[in-house]
């Protein structure tokens, strides 16, 4: 390998793969041109730019979550919020019921914090990376791709299919997540000046389509005169992932407590796991520790099984118990009619609880 190979394998300088770097970001463009996804995000390829609340929004939904899972979501939040303003005047509650099932409950508090802080200024969104940095829940990367898709910026978007195929392209072997500063900089020497947001969006359909994780199509792929992976034919030893360490269990109990054909749900609390959202009643469990196992009110339970939850750090193996007494509850919460279950906007872990209960 030359010395610019070599150079893609380094610790801090743009790794480049031999190949002119125009000639990559063409080829890229020129390829999304022919085979764009069709999102309804999306404009098409070259045309004006999309509005950029469905951008943000989009890119708020798809954070660990795919595509196919997004679109009837998007659909609904669209429909019934159709721009920054309706979503800014939305009852938070509603949102969160209408978020139920995309998991990762954090995202949702800080869309609606963001919509309030849009509208308080005036409505519109910042055109300026820096600025919307600025806005809650926009980290680098959403504030790159509002900037790109949204507004035409020159900016560098790297999700994980830009991360993969760019590891690829430049064969960066240090580990991630350690490697993501050489990723970066190595996105960045192939973004063009112009149509940035198109190559973003054409980098992710590539790695989505082409160079996926497993299997990769490099006889297919426009950028394989310049992939030094494909070259060295190993792709998929790319990117060079760290052992990811093992995740905890944790065990706790959720309570099934129905009295004439209602459900007793409580709201959590609006900080922390799943907060905000409509719940069965728990005995407590966290993220760093098992519940108590407390009964949540005196008198018989019998167990209806465990459902099972993977979340970021940790699984919870949670136990599903039934109410046989005729105890009142105690504390804020409400009776829910079994009829009208689906419109609670319970998170997966409860509907996964709740249809065990049933079952």
């Known amino acids: 390998m030359d010395a610019r190979g070599e150079s893609a394998r380094g610790e801090s300088n743009a790794a480049f793969s031999g190949a002119p770097l125009a000639a990559i970001s063409d080829a890229l463009l020129?390829?999304?041109?022919?085979?764009?996804?069709?999102?309804?995000?999306?404009?098409?390829p070259g045309g004006a730019l999309p509005d950029p609340y469905r951008v943000w929004l989009s890119e708020i939904m798809l954070q660990q979550t795919t595509v196919a899972a997004v679109i009837p979501y998007f659909a609904q939040f669209t429909a019934r919020w159709p721009d920054v303003d309706a979503l800014a005047s939305a009852d938070e509650g509603e949102v969160m019921a209408a978020w139920a099932g995309l998991g990762f409950y954090a995202r949702a508090r800080s869309l609606i914090a963001c919509a309030r802080a849009i509208a308080a200024a005036g409505g519109r969104f910042p055109g300026s990376e820096t600025e919307l940095r600025r806005l809650p829940g926009?980290?680098?990367?959403?504030?790159?791709?509002?900037?790109?898709?949204?507004?035409?910026?020159?900016a560098v978007v790297v999700d994980a299919n830009v991360e993969r195929v760019?590891?690829?392209?430049?064969?960066i072997a240090k580990p991630l997540p350690a490697g993501r500063a050489a990723i970066r900089e190595a996105a960045g020497a192939i973004t063009p000046e112009v149509r940035a947001g198109d190559f973003a969006q054409g980098m992710?359909?590539?790695?989505?389509?082409v160079c996926t994780s497993r299997a990769p199509k490099c006889l297919l792929c426009p950028l394989w005169f310049g992939c030094v992976a494909a070259r060295e034919g190993r792709p998929e030893a790319y990117p060079v992932k760290a052992p990811k360490p093992v995740r905890p269990e944790r065990r706790g109990v959720a309570y099934w407590i129905m009295r004439e054909g209602a459900v007793w749900l409580v709201r959590r609390p609006g900080r922390g796991m799943l907060g905000g959202m409509r719940a069965l009643p728990d005995d407590g469990w966290r993220a760093g520790a098992d519940?108590?196992?407390?009964?949540a009110l005196p008198g018989a339970w019998q167990s209806a099984g465990v459902v099972s939850h993977g979340f970021t750090h940790f699984t919870l193996a949670l136990e599903v118990r039934v109410y046989a007494g005729d105890a009142v509850p105690l504390g804020e919460g409400e009776w829910w009619p079994l009829s009208r279950l689906d419109e609670a906007g319970l998170p997966t872990l409860f509907a996964k609880a709740a249809a065990q209960a049933l079952a």
Do not use: K
């Not at 519940?291 to 009964?295: I, M, Y």
């Open 204 to 209: 992710m359909d590539l790695g989505a389509t």
């Open 166 to 171: 760019t590891a690829r392209l430049f064969a």
């Open 138 to 154: 926009l980290g680098a990367y959403t504030a790159a791709a509002v900037a790109a898709i949204g507004f035409g910026a020159r």
């Open 30 to 44: 020129a390829w999304y041109d022919a085979h764009a996804r069709r999102l309804p995000w999306r404009t098409p």
């Open 291 to 295: 519940g108590d196992g407390a009964a």
